[in-house]
């Protein structure tokens, strides 16, 4: 039985992206679908080569000329980080002939993977980072004529109805969204994500720290988990984890690159005068949270201490996903006055900065647009309203310029 090719997000930007470019690298986390998207872009036209296959890795670090002789575009090459040797090789071949769509790239290690690209492939490539289903991908409902960061809020503010048979809160939240555990509903979460740690400390994570240090790692990645939607704070981690606040920072800048989490910075300019400096880390998959900090059902999440943190982290990554698909410049940001109050995402674009608070709760009242009207008072009509995105069904204004929307919108 073959399984139904879910559409992407990302597609649009990739089908530009190899009009315009003689390459196309897309990397991302591994298992979020790379291979499955490239070979659907690509169709019948573009030879598929995985390097994940021995003998076909051997070829292309003892003989790049061979393989590409073997291997001529337009192809797909699979799993690139495993045989950089080849890019130099690809350079060549595209200053002799720059016509777009040649190559497309597929890489999971992103240090050495972005490293390698950017010395060989600058000015000749296009970099795309595809990050495992968003909801409306799960919820087949991608809206795509919605391109813009500023275009999609304002179609939340004014959407009148929850998407129908969406995912339920529990489900989306304690399942994540790679696509082998939404395709395939039977599949053990413990087992599945247990051997995806493994893998990527394996095959991403050694070799990039020192080996004594993967326990540490692993450790670090746990008590990480547990703190998503919080502010970083390195002195405690290192402390709890027990190594350096350098080699902590290493490790964060390790994950991030990875694209397993996303570090939201303060708003930068002066509103309120804004105490925080510290970014706030957010892991780009809910399910890859519940498995390290031992969630296994969804009551157990609902009702758990980590509820509202899951929700706001499941969240901010939607808008994440969204933007970085259709390459939107939005700057997102959160912001904490000194008197307490916090907007949990800031968007902004151009002249205009658009507020979003998440809430779990199923019913929203006035109080829960605190924040956000003492935002609306301090921006100086740079906020044309804020948003509420919660797990209530009734949508609308719940306060003056502040409008509800159900998540399963996002």
Request: hydrophobic letters at 40%.
């Amino acid at each position: 039985m073959v399984a139904m090719y879910i559409h992407r997000l990302l597609e649009e930007s990739l089908g530009k992206a190899l009009k315009t470019f003689p390459s196309v690298v897309v990397t991302g986390p591994r298992q979020a679908g790379k291979s499955t998207l490239v070979q659907k872009a690509g169709g019948e036209r573009y030879r598929y080569v995985s390097l994940d296959e021995m003998d076909t890795r051997s070829l292309a670090i003892h003989d790049p000329r061979g393989f590409l002789t073997k291997y001529p575009n337009p192809v797909i090459i699979d799993e690139i980080q495993h045989a950089p040797q080849l890019l130099s090789y690809i350079k060549a071949a595209i200053d002799r002939d720059r016509k777009p769509g040649q190559w497309i790239l597929t890489g999971s290690q992103a240090f050495p993977l972005m490293r390698n690209v950017g010395e060989s492939l600058a000015g000749r490539v296009a970099i795309l980072t595809l990050f495992p289903f968003s909801l409306s991908e799960m919820n087949h409902h991608l809206r795509v004529k919605l391109r813009t960061a500023e275009s999609f809020i304002r179609h939340l503010y004014s959407a009148g109805t929850p998407v129908d048979k969406s995912l339920s809160c529990g489900q989306w939240l304690l399942r994540g969204g790679y696509p082998e555990i939404f395709t395939k509903k039977k599949v053990s979460l413990k087992l599945w994500f247990s051997s995806y740690l493994q893998s990527y400390i394996d095959r991403d994570v050694r070799g990039n720290i020192r080996t004594s240090n993967l326990n540490e790692f692993e450790r670090f990645v746990r008590l990480l988990a547990s703190r998503t939607a919080q502010e970083m704070n390195y002195s405690t981690l290192a402390r709890d984890v027990g190594a350096t606040v350098p080699t902590i920072k290493s490790w964060v800048s390790f994950l991030e690159s990875s694209s397993l989490i996303h570090l939201l910075y303060p708003y930068h300019r002066n509103f309120g005068k804004r105490i925080v400096k510290t970014p706030k880390c957010y892991f780009m998959d809910t399910g890859l949270v519940c498995y390290l900090v031992g969630l296994q059902d969804e009551e157990h999440l609902l009702q758990g201490p980590m509820a509202g943190a899951l929700f706001e982290t499941a969240c901010v990554t939607q808008f994440i996903k969204r933007f970085s698909a259709f390459l939107d410049p939005a700057s997102l940001y959160f912001w904490r006055s000194i008197d307490g109050f916090e907007v949990d995402l800031l968007v902004e674009v151009s002249n205009k900065i658009f507020p979003v608070e998440f809430k779990l709760s199923s019913t929203v009242t006035d109080q829960h647009a605190a924040s956000l009207k003492a935002w609306l008072k301090l921006s100086g009509g740079r906020s044309p309203a804020g948003l509420v995105v919660s797990n209530s069904r009734q949508m609308g204004l719940i306060g003056h310029s502040v409008h509800n929307c159900h998540f399963s919108l996002l």
